[in-house]
């Protein structure tokens, strides 16, 4: 099983420049997750999927969009990228059991827009 | 609303030596509490996790955390610091009501000392 999987794992964007990051995972969870990671920040939840079909907005959603067409992947997108969004964007993936199951982490994907 | 407050971004710790790292939380519902730790480079993994179930939780590579209610705390211990254990390590806390969001702490860069 290769878990959760990213791509891609470096980009650069221009502001205003649009693109998507895919999360796939292959361990047939119901829920999953976007965060982004800040120096001195934590982990924020952009927003989350609890099935397929569904999204749900998390602590910080502004300038983000996602789809989960397929149970398997769950897709962010930057319609105009800002050098606010600069970060390292994780996602994660777990079973549908409330609050007591372990989240699953990619590798990452690191961007920075200019 | 959850949340989790770790104090102290940076921990240096002696090779050997203890290793203590403070996590507060704060739940208006008993909580379910995690520690993650992230590698260079790389995504969380689980350490550990409370879920109500013995306060005395041990994870993987040594760590160990108490559950102590009426100190609303989960600190992370390890009796004999390793080079390996040098990584970023963060407390979270899981809504169990809340589709298995976690809040996580801002982080603990741990280096060990030679």
């Known amino acids: 099983n290769a878990g959760v999987t990213q791509t891609p794992k470096f980009r650069v964007l221009k502001t205003g420049q649009s693109m998507t990051l895919l999360c796939a995972q292959d361990?047939?969870?119901?829920?999953m997750y976007w965060y982004r990671q800040d120096p001195g920040m934590g982990l924020r939840l952009i927003h989350y999927s609890v099935g397929e079909g569904t999204t749900a907005k998390g602590e910080v959603p502004d300038g983000y969009n996602v789809s989960r067409l397929k149970k398997q992947n769950f897709l962010l997108g930057l319609e105009s990228a800002a050098p606010s969004q600069t970060s390292v964007y994780f996602c994660a993936s777990s079973t549908e059991l409330e609050g007591t199951d372990t989240q699953y982490f990619g590798p990452g994907t690191r961007l920075t827009v200019l | 609303a959850q949340s989790v407050t770790q104090l102290g971004s940076h921990v240096s710790v002696s090779e050997g030596a203890l290793v203590l790292l403070r996590c507060n939380y704060s739940s208006s519902v008993p909580p379910y509490l995690f520690w993650y730790v992230q590698y260079p480079n790389q995504g969380l993994q689980l350490l550990l996790k409370?879920?109500?179930?013995?306060?005395l939780v041990k994870g993987i590579n040594g760590f160990e955390a108490e559950f102590k209610k009426s100190e609303t705390s989960f600190h992370l211990t390890k009796p004999s610091a390793h080079m390996s254990d040098a990584a970023e390590y963060f407390c979270?806390?899981?809504?169990?009501?809340?589709?298995?969001?976690?809040?996580f702490g801002k982080g603990n860069q741990v280096v060990v000392i030679p």
């Open positions: 979270a806390v899981s809504d169990p009501y809340g589709n298995n969001r976690l809040a």
């Open positions: 409370y879920t109500s179930a013995a306060t």
């Open positions: 361990m047939n969870h119901e829920y």
